[in-house]
């Protein structure tokens, strides 16, 4: 009898349908009932695990149920039930990035602090305020660093190899274990998801240069574990971000329906290595007056030294075409942050000229090893592009591109601390850059110590003498961080109401702080 794996998770809803996924034991038929409504789909098969993604519609508010060949697999004894809401607006987006997903008792408690998308979960539990969306925007799992189940799971299958997810398997067995944690089981089976990779759901400074990817392909196990990383990621969390139309005309998803399998996804996932214009993992969303733009800003580099871009000429083309006003608010989600503290970000674009040559070739090796061991990977090291799109958002804030919106956020995580930019600009602020990391890996005390002092005091004043010495172009903008930082676990809410936006930062036991944000000012509500 087939049982769940893992799931159901909802993910694409709109105000007519809704998207369910699951993973299954063996294959079958996946029903998703809700109340008259009622789609049913074959399951397809990826190396052996056993997927189905079922489109059901949906004219209201209305509790789901899935059956598999037939028996009822949920909802689940002792929990509320999934109740799915049409979704044509957003009032409130709850977002995060960076989750371990390491035991919930004291020990890892102590070293890992408490994980705030379960506790998150529990709470909602309970109450019948959600948000209308969830925004992962990166690191859902860590494929290098393993918890200690998933290293007992590799040992019991290989005996070579790093202590790191390598082939597809693994990376199913990672992802089972960070989403089959009861709470945050039901709250990703209750809230839609969308979600983004950043390095960690590959490896740690993935793509950060061309030289890191010829190091990289030096390695023996690498080729097998980014063609299982890309494959994994397009079946776990690329699908569900599809609206059902570009879904089913999607030429993997309909060679993997019909039983063409392992070689298809293998296939296409090298190619989206090889070639990043062969594919496209950002996306856009329009809710009512809400623009959502969600980019890839890991496999859409252009890495060539004295070319380097953080997306390519297509992916910028596209990106450009939807970053426009005439709505209420725009909003971008990048798993890196755009406005960095301005000392790191001048640091990061003085390393990128120095790798490409700016002090000769002695400096530019130097400097690629620099680059990668502080992790100088930022738009800011990309800084061409960051100059672009600085001039598309003030172009988008000043009513060149269609009328201004309310407010335009970027939403970031990766740097495991939690803050606010806001550019400073005639006119009244409008842009702003909030970041939320981490859910769960937080920085030990030393190296929070250590980042306060190179983020937020050293760089500022080395990063603008090397600026300086270097005859580095000024940014095209100017900006200040405004809140934080801040260094527990936590998770961040975006109200949005006409005319303005509230962000809250929350830890697992309470808001750590709030602003109003409006065309003209930020309003503090809480301390």
């Known amino acids: 009898?087939?049982?769940?794996?893992?799931?159901?998770?909802?993910?694409?809803?709109?105000?007519?349908?809704?998207?369910?996924?699951?993973?299954?034991?063996?294959?079958?038929?996946v029903t998703v009932r809700a109340g008259k409504a009622c789609s049913e789909e074959r399951t397809f098969t990826v190396h052996g695990h056993h997927y189905a993604i079922v489109d059901v519609g949906i004219d209201g508010p209305v509790?789901?149920?899935?059956?598999?060949?037939?028996?009822?697999?949920?909802?689940?004894?002792?929990?509320?039930?999934?109740?799915?809401?049409?979704?044509?607006?957003?009032?409130?987006?709850?977002?995060?990035?960076?989750?371990?997903?390491?035991?919930?008792?004291?020990?890892?408690?102590?070293?890992?602090?408490?994980?705030?998308?379960?506790?998150?979960?529990?709470?909602?539990?309970?109450?019948?305020?959600?948000?209308?969306?969830?925004?992962?925007?990166?690191?859902?799992?860590?494929?290098?660093e393993l918890t200690p189940d998933m290293k007992e799971f590799i040992a019991g299958r290989r005996d070579d190899g790093p202590q790191e997810v390598v082939d597809y398997d693994e990376y199913a067995e990672l992802y089972r274990q960070a989403w089959c944690d009861p709470p945050v089981r039901w709250l990703l089976a209750t809230v839609p998801t969308l979600m983004m990779f950043d390095d960690h759901d590959i490896r740690d400074d993935w793509n950060t240069s061309q030289a890191w990817r010829e190091q990289m392909d030096q390695v023996p196990w690498w080729r097998q574990r980014?063609?299982?990383?890309?494959?994994?990621?397009?079946?776990?969390?690329?699908?569900?971000?599809?609206?059902?139309?570009?879904?089913?005309?999607?030429?993997?998803?309909?060679?993997?329906?019909?039983?063409?399998?392992?070689?298809?996804?293998?296939?296409?996932?090298?190619?989206?290595?090889?070639?990043?214009?062969?594919?496209?993992?950002?996306?856009?969303?329009?809710?009512?007056?809400?623009?959502?733009?969600?980019?890839?800003?890991?496999?859409?580099?252009?890495?060539?030294?004295?070319?380097?871009?953080?997306?390519?000429?297509?992916?910028?083309?596209?990106?450009?075409?939807?970053?426009?006003?005439?709505?209420?608010?725009?909003?971008?989600?990048?798993?890196l942050p755009i406005l960095l503290p301005s000392g790191i970000h001048h640091v990061e674009s003085w390393n990128e000229a120095v790798c490409?040559?700016?002090?000769?070739?002695?400096?530019?090796?130097?400097?690629?090893?620099?680059?990668?061991?502080?992790?100088l990977e930022h738009w800011g090291a990309f800084r061409r592009s960051f100059e672009d799109l600085a001039r598309v958002l003030v172009?988008?804030?000043?009513?060149?591109?269609?009328?201004?919106?309310?407010?335009?956020?970027?939403?970031?995580?990766?740097?495991?601390?939690?803050?606010?930019?806001?550019?400073?600009?005639?006119?009244?602020?409008?842009?702003?850059?909030?970041?939320?990391?981490?859910i769960r890996n937080p920085l030990s005390r030393t190296l929070r110590f250590s980042n306060i002092v190179a983020s937020f005091g050293l760089a500022g004043l080395v990063g603008r003498l090397l600026g300086w010495v270097s005859r580095i172009p000024k940014p095209p903008i100017r900006w200040k961080i405004t809140k934080g930082p801040w260094f527990p676990n936590m998770m961040a809410s975006v109200r949005l109401r006409e005319g303005e936006a509230t962000v809250t930062w929350f830890t697992h036991e309470k808001d750590l702080d709030s602003i109003r944000l409006t065309p003209k000012v930020g309003k503090r509500l809480t301390e």
């Open 1 to 29: 009898m087939p049982e769940l794996v893992l799931g159901p998770l909802l993910r694409h809803t709109d105000g007519a349908s809704a998207t369910i996924w699951v993973e299954t034991t063996e294959p079958c038929t």
């Open 63 to 144: 509790a789901y149920g899935v059956e598999l060949d037939g028996q009822s697999v949920w909802p689940v004894e002792e929990t509320p039930p999934s109740v799915i809401r049409p979704l044509t607006e957003v009032r409130q987006i709850v977002y995060g990035t960076c989750r371990t997903s390491v035991p919930h008792d004291e020990p890892y408690v102590r070293t890992h602090g408490v994980d705030v998308l379960h506790s998150y979960g529990q709470q909602l539990m309970g109450s019948g305020d959600r948000p209308d969306l969830i925004l992962m925007l990166g690191d859902q799992v860590y494929a290098d």
């Open 226 to 335: 980014i063609v299982a990383g890309l494959g994994s990621y397009f079946v776990y969390q690329h699908l569900g971000n599809l609206p059902p139309a570009e879904r089913e005309s999607d030429p993997v998803l309909a060679a993997l329906k019909a039983g063409e399998g392992d070689a298809v996804l293998d296939a296409f996932a090298k190619r989206a290595d090889d070639d990043a214009d062969s594919v496209r993992w950002s996306y856009h969303r329009d809710f009512g007056d809400t623009r959502l733009i969600v980019v890839d800003s890991r496999n859409a580099r252009m890495l060539e030294p004295g070319q380097r871009r953080m997306m390519d000429t297509n992916e910028w083309r596209w990106f450009e075409e939807h970053a426009t006003g005439d709505v209420g608010h725009l909003i971008i989600g990048s798993s």
């Open 356 to 375: 490409d040559g700016l002090w000769g070739k002695w400096f530019a090796a130097w400097g690629e090893r620099v680059r990668q061991f502080l992790d």
């Open 395 to 438: 172009d988008v804030a000043s009513g060149n591109r269609g009328r201004p919106p309310a407010t335009i956020l970027l939403l970031s995580g990766d740097v495991h601390y939690s803050y606010m930019a806001s550019v400073r600009r005639k006119g009244g602020g409008r842009i702003h850059q909030v970041v939320c990391s981490p």
